[in-house]
């Protein structure tokens, strides 16, 4: 209908509780309306109300893809006042591409003064500063529509505090060149937010005795906690060509608080056999080498 409502609470100072307080856009609009438009509109929220005003969030779609007030869609903030029954609007959050999204839609008042918009039938988001500045501009889909009938949506966006923790554990490889090469171990924990470091413990043994690995003084790659997290997956140099290789490594996944969350598995280092070797250096072997996967480590061997 194009219209906003505010009705009354079971608590409302102004009139009986399911009573229609006022009316803003739409056929029965009760209100001088300056500077702005809407219609089609989502996801309304009040903030800071008084007994003579209002201040209103929403987004308007401005179109539903038939009629329209608008060619693009926006987030409005709008100032209510009930008495001199006048809206005007405080800030408008257009999109950066002249988008118009024909359903669907948000716009959230984000806890640091900033406002994230969702776009609805489009496959968007956007966030903005306390000025209506943008802050980046995010696609997290690709729109097929017209391709057998496929459209990515997302109704509607929000962001809030959110921390992963997998049920699986860290994943690790361990490589060396030859028995006395360089011992570089990869290790990643996809979904994990809170590591920040990674310890390594090596051994001649699968079932240890275990020694814990540090980073070499002064190293650029990490400190006496471990090697800080660098990415998805973090590299460790734990042993420099010339040194026998440690056959066996497992590493554990460190918080800010230098507790441990998980642990991988140990793993035995990875030694390319005489076929695969001409594919690999001091690092790794070429992701072309299609022998990579299914040939033995020759580690047991060191």
């Given at each position: ?109 984000l806890p640091n003064g900033n406002w994230l918009v969702g776009w609805g039938a489009q496959p968007y988001y956007t966030e903005y ?127 800010m608080d230098r507790q441990v969350l998980r642990r991988t598995l140990p ?36």
């Amino acid at each position: 209908m194009n219209a906003i409502y505010k009705i009354a609470g079971k608590d409302s100072r102004l009139a009986a509780p399911g009573t229609l307080i006022w009316t803003l856009g739409g056929k029965r609009n009760e209100f001088d309306i300056r500077g702005f438009n809407f219609s089609r509109q989502h996801t309304v929220r009040f903030y800071d109300a008084t007994d003579t005003t209002d201040t209103i969030s929403f987004f308007d779609n401005g179109s539903d893809g038939v009629t329209s007030t608008s060619t693009i869609s926006s987030g409005k903030l709008v100032l209510v006042d009930n008495s001199t029954m006048t809206a005007s609007l405080v800030l408008q959050l257009s999109p950066p591409n002249n988008m118009s999204s024909a359903s669907q839609g948000s716009m959230q008042a984000l806890p640091n003064g900033n406002w994230l918009v969702g776009w609805g039938a489009q496959p968007y988001y956007t966030e903005y500063n306390p000025d209506g500045k943008i802050l980046y501009h995010a696609q997290f889909g690709r729109s097929l529509r017209g391709k057998k009938g496929l459209n990515i949506q997302s109704y509607r966006a929000w962001k809030s505090p959110w921390i992963g923790r997998p049920i699986t554990r860290p994943d690790i490889v361990a490589y060396a060149q030859n028995c006395s090469g360089a011992l570089h171990a990869y290790v990643s924990w996809n979904g994990a937010t809170e590591v920040t470091t990674w310890r390594f413990h090596t051994s001649a043994s699968a079932v240890g005795p275990w020694e814990e690995v540090k980073p070499a003084v002064g190293s650029a790659e990490g400190s006496p906690a471990g090697w800080a997290k660098t990415g998805f997956e973090t590299t460790a140099l734990l042993s420099k060509a010339g040194e026998r290789i440690a056959r066996f490594v497992y590493a554990e996944a460190l918080d800010m608080d230098r507790q441990v969350l998980r642990r991988t598995l140990p793993v035995m280092a990875f030694v390319p056999n005489s076929t695969l070797a001409p594919f690999c250096d001091d690092a790794a072997c070429s992701a072309g080498s299609t022998e990579y996967m299914s040939v033995e480590s020759m580690a047991w061997q060191c």
